[in-house]
Protein backbone atom coordinates (compact mmCIF):
# COMPACT_ATOMS: atom_id res chain seq x y z
CA UNK A 1 0.00 0.00 0.00
CA UNK A 2 1.70 2.94 -1.16
CA UNK A 3 -0.47 5.61 -0.39
CA UNK A 4 -0.05 8.82 -2.84
CA UNK A 5 2.48 8.96 -5.02
CA UNK A 6 4.00 11.61 -6.97
CA UNK A 7 6.28 11.74 -10.40
CA UNK A 8 8.85 13.01 -11.06
CA UNK A 9 10.04 14.11 -7.45
CA UNK A 10 11.96 17.15 -9.13
CA UNK A 11 12.05 19.29 -12.28
CA UNK A 12 13.70 21.99 -13.83
CA UNK A 13 11.96 23.37 -17.13
CA UNK A 14 12.31 26.25 -19.01
CA UNK A 15 10.03 29.19 -19.17
CA UNK A 16 7.73 28.47 -21.96
CA UNK A 17 8.11 24.03 -21.45
CA UNK A 18 5.29 22.14 -21.17
CA UNK A 19 5.22 19.44 -18.35
CA UNK A 20 2.27 17.02 -16.69
CA UNK A 21 2.77 16.31 -13.35
CA UNK A 22 1.12 12.60 -12.28
CA UNK A 23 -0.55 11.76 -8.83
CA UNK A 24 -2.05 8.17 -8.04
CA UNK A 25 -3.51 7.06 -5.49
CA UNK A 26 -4.14 3.37 -4.31
CA UNK A 27 -6.42 4.10 -0.94
CA UNK A 28 -9.69 3.88 -3.44
CA UNK A 29 -10.31 7.64 -2.40
CA UNK A 30 -12.81 9.51 -4.01
CA UNK A 31 -11.75 13.22 -4.06
CA UNK A 32 -8.24 14.21 -4.86
CA UNK A 33 -6.39 17.64 -4.71
CA UNK A 34 -3.06 19.80 -6.04
CA UNK A 35 -1.73 22.33 -4.20
CA UNK A 36 1.55 24.28 -3.90
CA UNK A 37 3.46 25.49 -1.31
CA UNK A 38 5.30 28.60 -1.14
CA UNK A 39 7.30 30.00 1.36
CA UNK A 40 5.44 31.56 3.56
CA UNK A 41 2.75 31.09 2.00
CA UNK A 42 1.30 27.86 2.88
CA UNK A 43 -0.62 25.70 1.08
CA UNK A 44 -3.09 27.04 -1.78
CA UNK A 45 -5.29 25.05 -3.79
CA UNK A 46 -4.95 24.82 -7.81
CA UNK A 47 -7.59 22.68 -8.63
CA UNK A 48 -9.52 19.82 -6.68
CA UNK A 49 -11.50 16.18 -7.83
CA UNK A 50 -14.37 15.62 -5.81
CA UNK A 51 -15.32 12.33 -7.40
CA UNK A 52 -14.10 10.60 -10.92
CA UNK A 53 -15.17 12.44 -13.74
CA UNK A 54 -15.39 15.91 -12.27
CA UNK A 55 -12.80 18.46 -11.86
CA UNK A 56 -13.11 22.37 -10.20
CA UNK A 57 -11.11 25.37 -9.75
CA UNK A 58 -9.35 25.95 -6.64
CA UNK A 59 -7.56 29.30 -5.05
CA UNK A 60 -5.06 29.48 -7.94
CA UNK A 61 -6.10 27.75 -11.38
CA UNK A 62 -4.41 30.07 -13.26
CA UNK A 63 -1.68 28.33 -15.86
CA UNK A 64 -3.16 25.27 -14.95
CA UNK A 65 -4.83 22.47 -16.05
CA UNK A 66 -6.05 19.06 -14.83
CA UNK A 67 -7.26 15.72 -15.52
CA UNK A 68 -8.82 13.13 -13.39
CA UNK A 69 -8.13 10.00 -15.92
CA UNK A 70 -9.36 7.55 -13.30
CA UNK A 71 -10.63 6.87 -10.34
CA UNK A 72 -6.88 6.41 -9.21
CA UNK A 73 -5.13 9.21 -10.89
CA UNK A 74 -4.93 12.61 -11.46
CA UNK A 75 -2.64 14.98 -13.36
CA UNK A 76 -1.77 18.79 -13.29
CA UNK A 77 -0.73 20.08 -16.66
CA UNK A 78 1.45 22.92 -17.13
CA UNK A 79 1.12 24.01 -20.74
CA UNK A 80 3.31 27.37 -20.65
CA UNK A 81 5.75 27.44 -17.90
CA UNK A 82 6.42 30.41 -16.49
CA UNK A 83 9.35 31.39 -13.34
CA UNK A 84 5.81 32.33 -10.99
CA UNK A 85 5.22 28.66 -11.20
CA UNK A 86 8.29 27.73 -9.28
CA UNK A 87 6.99 26.07 -6.18
CA UNK A 88 6.55 22.63 -4.55
CA UNK A 89 3.76 21.02 -5.69
CA UNK A 90 1.53 18.44 -3.47
CA UNK A 91 -0.85 15.93 -4.57
CA UNK A 92 -3.39 14.67 -1.87
CA UNK A 93 -6.25 12.40 -1.78
CA UNK A 94 -9.44 12.13 1.14
CA UNK A 95 -12.30 9.44 1.32
CA UNK A 96 -15.00 11.90 1.16
CA UNK A 97 -13.84 15.26 0.49
CA UNK A 98 -13.86 18.06 3.14
CA UNK A 99 -15.23 16.11 5.62
CA UNK A 100 -12.36 13.84 5.99
CA UNK A 101 -8.77 13.59 6.43
CA UNK A 102 -6.11 14.33 3.25
CA UNK A 103 -3.53 12.09 2.59
CA UNK A 104 -0.41 13.44 1.42
CA UNK A 105 2.06 12.90 -1.35
CA UNK A 106 5.73 13.73 -1.56
CA UNK A 107 6.02 16.39 -3.36
CA UNK A 108 7.35 17.18 -6.39
CA UNK A 109 9.66 20.57 -6.51
CA UNK A 110 10.00 22.53 -9.75
CA UNK A 111 12.12 25.35 -10.93
CA UNK A 112 11.24 27.05 -13.79
CA UNK A 113 14.03 29.02 -15.36
CA UNK B 1 -8.02 35.38 1.04
CA UNK B 2 -9.69 32.63 3.14
CA UNK B 3 -7.00 31.21 4.47
CA UNK B 4 -6.07 30.43 8.35
CA UNK B 5 -3.43 32.48 9.86
CA UNK B 6 -0.97 30.58 12.23
CA UNK B 7 0.64 32.27 15.35
CA UNK B 8 3.29 32.50 16.37
CA UNK B 9 5.08 31.77 13.20
CA UNK B 10 8.22 30.34 14.67
CA UNK B 11 8.22 28.86 18.26
CA UNK B 12 11.80 27.44 19.74
CA UNK B 13 11.47 24.73 23.54
CA UNK B 14 13.34 22.49 25.54
CA UNK B 15 12.56 18.87 24.88
CA UNK B 16 9.67 18.24 27.69
CA UNK B 17 8.01 21.56 27.31
CA UNK B 18 5.04 22.05 26.19
CA UNK B 19 3.82 23.99 22.81
CA UNK B 20 0.86 25.63 21.85
CA UNK B 21 -0.13 27.03 18.28
CA UNK B 22 -2.73 28.77 17.67
CA UNK B 23 -5.20 29.38 14.29
CA UNK B 24 -6.90 32.37 13.15
CA UNK B 25 -9.66 32.02 10.37
CA UNK B 26 -12.14 34.72 9.17
CA UNK B 27 -15.32 32.37 7.68
CA UNK B 28 -17.52 29.88 8.86
CA UNK B 29 -16.30 25.95 9.01
CA UNK B 30 -17.63 22.81 8.72
CA UNK B 31 -14.35 21.38 10.47
CA UNK B 32 -10.22 22.55 11.38
CA UNK B 33 -8.13 20.05 10.80
CA UNK B 34 -4.24 19.94 12.11
CA UNK B 35 -1.45 18.57 10.27
CA UNK B 36 2.32 18.65 10.50
CA UNK B 37 5.40 18.77 7.82
CA UNK B 38 8.74 17.43 8.40
CA UNK B 39 11.20 19.40 6.17
CA UNK B 40 11.03 18.13 2.83
CA UNK B 41 7.84 16.03 3.04
CA UNK B 42 4.55 15.88 2.51
CA UNK B 43 1.74 16.89 5.47
CA UNK B 44 0.80 14.01 7.56
CA UNK B 45 -2.98 14.67 9.50
CA UNK B 46 -2.87 14.82 13.01
CA UNK B 47 -6.35 15.76 14.48
CA UNK B 48 -9.92 16.78 12.82
CA UNK B 49 -12.41 18.95 14.79
CA UNK B 50 -15.94 19.25 14.12
CA UNK B 51 -17.42 22.60 14.28
CA UNK B 52 -19.73 21.69 16.97
CA UNK B 53 -16.82 20.27 19.12
CA UNK B 54 -15.45 22.07 21.66
CA UNK B 55 -11.95 20.23 21.91
CA UNK B 56 -10.34 16.73 21.11
CA UNK B 57 -7.34 14.94 22.32
CA UNK B 58 -5.22 12.52 20.43
CA UNK B 59 -2.54 11.05 22.30
CA UNK B 60 0.06 14.22 23.48
CA UNK B 61 -1.94 16.20 21.18
CA UNK B 62 -5.02 18.42 22.36
CA UNK B 63 -7.10 20.69 19.85
CA UNK B 64 -9.75 23.61 20.90
CA UNK B 65 -11.95 25.07 19.03
CA UNK B 66 -13.76 28.28 19.22
CA UNK B 67 -16.05 28.91 16.38
CA UNK B 68 -17.43 32.15 18.54
CA UNK B 69 -13.60 33.73 17.88
CA UNK B 70 -13.05 31.86 15.35
CA UNK B 71 -9.71 30.28 16.57
CA UNK B 72 -8.32 27.16 17.67
CA UNK B 73 -5.18 25.82 19.41
CA UNK B 74 -2.84 22.85 19.13
CA UNK B 75 -1.55 21.62 22.17
CA UNK B 76 1.79 19.50 22.31
CA UNK B 77 2.44 18.14 25.54
CA UNK B 78 5.55 16.75 26.96
CA UNK B 79 7.54 17.47 23.32
CA UNK B 80 10.38 15.38 21.86
CA UNK B 81 13.06 16.46 19.62
CA UNK B 82 10.86 14.52 16.84
CA UNK B 83 8.02 17.05 16.75
CA UNK B 84 10.29 19.55 15.35
CA UNK B 85 8.55 20.22 12.37
CA UNK B 86 5.99 22.71 10.73
CA UNK B 87 2.33 22.79 11.82
CA UNK B 88 -0.33 23.86 9.63
CA UNK B 89 -3.99 24.51 10.27
CA UNK B 90 -6.75 24.01 7.38
CA UNK B 91 -10.18 25.07 7.48
CA UNK B 92 -13.13 23.57 5.64
CA UNK B 93 -16.41 25.65 4.64
CA UNK B 94 -19.59 24.56 5.29
CA UNK B 95 -20.39 23.87 1.57
CA UNK B 96 -18.09 22.98 -0.98
CA UNK B 97 -14.82 20.58 -1.19
CA UNK B 98 -12.21 22.74 -0.71
CA UNK B 99 -9.17 23.32 2.54
CA UNK B 100 -7.20 26.54 3.10
CA UNK B 101 -4.91 25.90 4.63
CA UNK B 102 -2.69 28.62 7.24
CA UNK B 103 0.71 29.81 7.04
CA UNK B 104 1.95 28.01 9.21
CA UNK B 105 4.30 27.57 12.28
CA UNK B 106 7.81 26.21 12.66
CA UNK B 107 8.01 24.42 16.05
CA UNK B 108 11.91 23.91 16.72
CA UNK B 109 12.66 21.32 19.92
CA UNK B 110 16.21 21.77 21.61
CA UNK B 111 16.74 18.07 23.27
Known amino acids: NAGVTQTPKFQVLKTGQSMTLQCAQD?????MYWYRQDPGMGLRLIYYSASEGTTDKGEVPNGYNVSRLNKREFSLRLESAAPSQTSVYFC????????????FGPGTRLTVL | SQQGEEDPQALSIQEGENATMNCSYKTSINNLQWYRQNSGRGLVHLIL?????REKHSGRLRVTLDTSKKSSSLLITASRAADTASYFC???????????FGTGTSLTVIP
Open chain 1, 92 to 103: ASSVGGSVDTQY
Open chain 2, 49 to 53: IRSNE
Open chain 2, 90 to 100: ATVPPTGNQFY
Open chain 1, 27 to 31: MNHNS
